[in-house]
């Protein structure tokens, strides 16, 4: 097929349309829960849209050092929601942007090993993280489903009623269309909810008429970063497992495409990752990972060539540039956004259940594994205080309830799953032995 300029622009849209409503909801669940203005919640959409432009660039862009070279397009993780909003509630907002630079900096290092550490994040582990991350991040959906914490109109039936309305709507559409409408389902319910609630007059658009058409990028805007142990160590966590997520995602485009992912391509493609990782982290906006929605998309379409992400990234480039697109999307009513969110999180817990369902359920060490760490993970969530009277070198571990439950299931594992596979080697040994002394 000829690719003409229309036909390049118009897949590109398809792509940014099927990634923006992830690519402008992270900054607006973060930004709301850390009550930021309105201008500033405006500037980290803007900001997050164009280095989620700047970060599939660098992706697509195959080099020496770094980029998978495949059409892959990257957005915000949804797993660092939680982390984020965690460790800006306890240290401010500074420390996010802190942890994030560390964090992908550590990927970039370890993107060359990373086949060797891999081990210790098996589908018992990485469910159970995804999984307390996804259960950690509800009580904020269900905070905003009745008008955000604090609100004067806390649980009213106005509220009430945008915020379900706006469930069943995304539930209808999935049920009834299939491909690129259900893809977009969460972009057109917070759509039609926010027209909905313009008609209560719940939607004040003095906000974009103020906004101006162009800015500038600020590196910093928020602020020097400001680094902590117990956020690093969290936003690492995170790190890992958006590696281990798009490791099955460079797999899925290399079968796509007809291309055979080497080692060293995955390399690069993580060390890509760790840049744009450092990138968001530069320019405060946020954690980036490959969207597997956008890998449907090049399936469904069958179009892989690589001009039609570059063009989707110059589009995400463009957009983060003008405010008054960014400040549009920060009129969504904050019940509108809860219904929304209840959906999308409950995605991220069943993406984690959905990474438990390769565990070995017959062994019960496995249950134990994910019963000890999801329950003290959503434990330390609900009750921080638990170990506050312990010393603050050991509180750098148990204080985030995302990196005690992550930690527990690494340790658990270890305890477990890595004995039983000395065992298995040394029975082995012992049977070759054995043979050997027979004949």
Known sequence: MKMTNGKLFSLGIQHVLAMYAGAVIVPLIVGGALKLSTEQLAYLVSIDLLTCGLATLLQVWN??????????????????????IAIGSQYGISAIYGSILVSGLAVVLL????????????????????TIIGVTLIPVAIQDMA???????????????????????????????????????????????????????????????????FHMVKPFYFGPPTFHASAILTMVLVAIV?????????????????????PEQMTKGYRAEGFAVMLGGVFNAFPYTTYSQNVGLVQLS?????????????????????????????????????GAMVAMFGMVVASGIKMLSDVDFNKQENLLIIA???????????????????????????????????????????????????VKIQSRKESAVGALTTK
């Not at 958006?242 to 080497?262: D, N, P, R, Y």
């Open 302 to 338: 069958g179009i892989r060539t690589k001009n039609v992400i570059y063009t989707a990234g110059g589009m995400l480039i463009v957009l983060g540039l003008v405010p008054k697109v960014a400040t549009v999307t920060t009129l969504i009513p904050t019940p509108v956004m809860g």
């Open 63 to 84: 080099n020496r050092f770094f980029g998978i070279g495949l059409p892959v397009v990257l957005g915000c993780t949804f797993t660092a929601v939680g982390p984020m």
């Open 147 to 213: 008008g955000g914490q604090g609100s004067k109109d806390f649980g009213s039936p106005d509220n009430l009623m945008l915020s379900f309305g706006v469930l069943a709507f995304i539930i209808i559409v999935y049920r009834l269309f299939t491909g690129f409408i259900r893809a977009v389902s969460i972009l057109l319910g917070l759509l039609a909810g926010t027209v909905a609630a313009s008609f209560m007059g719940k939607v004040d658009f003095g906000p974009v008429a103020d906004a101006s058409w």
């Open 372 to 422: 000890c760490s999801v329950g003290l993970g959503l434990g330390v969530t609900v009750e921080p205080d638990l170990f506050a009277k312990l010393p603050k070198a050991v509180r750098i571990l148990t204080d985030n309830g995302i990196v005690a439950g992550s930690l527990t299931a690494i340790a658990l594992n270890l305890v477990f799953n890595a004995e039983r596979k000395k």
């Open 111 to 130: 993107a060359g090993v990373f086949g060797k550490i891999i081990k210790l994040f098996p589908p018992v582990v990485t469910g159970s993280v995804v």
């Open 242 to 262: 958006s590696m281990i997520e798009s490791t099955g995602v460079f797999l899925a485009l290399g079968k796509i495409c007809g291309k055979e992912i080497s």
